[in-house]
């Protein structure tokens, strides 16, 4: 493998950028992204190596390890190129330039820029090269990458340099130890099949001594990496479940977080029931793709197995340095997290587009509405967020097309009705963003015809059929939304005429939980809330329990804007869009 930039330009064929800007993406479509994200991955180690080359180290110096690497490499291209090309890997790239350009911070550099002689050493063991490498060791741990954990008894702890030799894909690791000593250990850690071949036996299986440490049993001196798998036709794909590399996660270095058994089980059988849900059949529109795709899933944390995790998910991240990586906190419901996945995926291949072309022209100022947000964003942020809710809107219509398939007569309305919700919910947010970034007149011809590509899809899905109740909840619960974030977001204006898309913002604002997006889903039963007399269609019994609410606290932000958007639902007209277009703009009398 070269690290050489290859001197043809890249292009994009016109079929894929059309699918893509649709919002989905077949095979095809994510495999070119794949290769450009390789070839930029290339550039930005090319120019990193530059950068190490004169640093001080006592660790095998950047070149050496790099030249064991390309041995590596000569024997084995595949598995040391998908090394390569891992999201941690990526990861890793981006912090250190942005360490080397003094815009982030971390452990010493040389200890950071040494993960390459671990990245060297992990290769080796791959191909089954001989290497000898100073690495560096974290209280005694070496992280292999997409390995494992190598960890020394006794060791001293901080920062420490070790020696790592390997041979014929066995690693002997040498440290300091605690008592002034030194200590070893040797380890054949085991290799991922080569590409094409399938992985054995049902998926999550421990491995001998792999859960023995930080839960009171013996010591265990090697941590393999763990695995999420799922079945195909062609044979079964694992996903890291990464919870030992220090890149996993967006930026600064982690320390290595091992879950328990009983969690990590958790997860292979949620994951197991998600990858069933994103493999129905259908097409690669939006909200449609291979698991196999994923890098990478960092557990966000530990959720305890008791109390069971919440239904939904509730935090996930990823990272364009990081193609295929999804940073997520477990939920209890498999729905939820394939949800999560459709929706991290979405970023990541934006991102990739991204990095081919300039989509806008963004100053970064952070002022417009985001439906799925409680701060206002920039313009980034917002192709961001209608991206990758296009792609959820596309996985609830598919969940709302499985719960009425007309194909085979079967009928579940306890399942269409949450999915017409968040389909019909989704769509109509996405579509308003996607206006406002059309509006805005700062988009390169790219973006102009990005964008343009989600607006066709999302006009389409606004004209298909959703249960009557969905869609009524759901147009209540986006106008809920964008009221409560004017109330809590925006000053009111002196002006009449100021507009209400260019507001001035509070100084004293703080973030503020969306608790009404998820329980609008479904039709309360028995409704005794203002916002559950509001989902069950009832605008006059919550306008009601509103009032009574504000007599306490006249300008409390919940349930002000429960009453507007109460008031507007019993009396509709010009008074009421003025009213929902400016909420700040009003003192509504208790009483209603």
Known sequence: MSSEPRPAPFRIPEGIFAELAAGGGSAAAVGFLVRAERARRLLLLRTLLDRLGPLSTPLTPAAEAWQALKEAAARAPEPVDRLLLAPATGGWIAHLLRRTHGTATG??????????CALAAAASLRAG??????????????????????????????????????????????GPARDGGTRTLTVRPATEPLEGETVPGRGFAPSVGEDLADHGQPYAAWLPLRTLTHSTPTGSVAIPLDDLGPYRDLDDPLPPARLDPDEAEAWQRLFEEAAVLLAEPGGSGPGRFDPAAIGAVVPWGSTSTVPPAPPTVQVSASSGDSFGAMVIARPSSALALAETLVHEFQHSKLAALLHLFPLLDDDRRERYYAPWRADPRHLTGLLHGAYAFTGVAGFWRDRLAAARDDRTGTRDDGAAEPAGYHFALRRLQARLVVRTLLAEGRLTPQGRALVSGLAGTLDGWLRERVPPASLARARTAAALHRTEWRLRNVVPATDPDHPPDSPRFRPDRTPWPDVRTHAFATRPTAPCTGDEHLAAGNPAAALARYADELTADPAEPHTLAGWIVARAALDPGRAARRMLARPELLAPLPSG
């Open 107 to 116: 452990p010493p550099l040389w200890a950071e820029a040494g993960h390459l």
């Open 129 to 174: 090269t001989r290497t000898d490498l100073e690495v560096p060791l974290s209280d005694g741990c070496l992280a292999l990458p997409g390995l494992g954990l190598a960890r020394l008894p006794d060791a001293e702890p901080g920062l420490t340099v070790g020696h790592a030799r390997t041979d014929d894909g066995r690693l002997t690791l040498t």
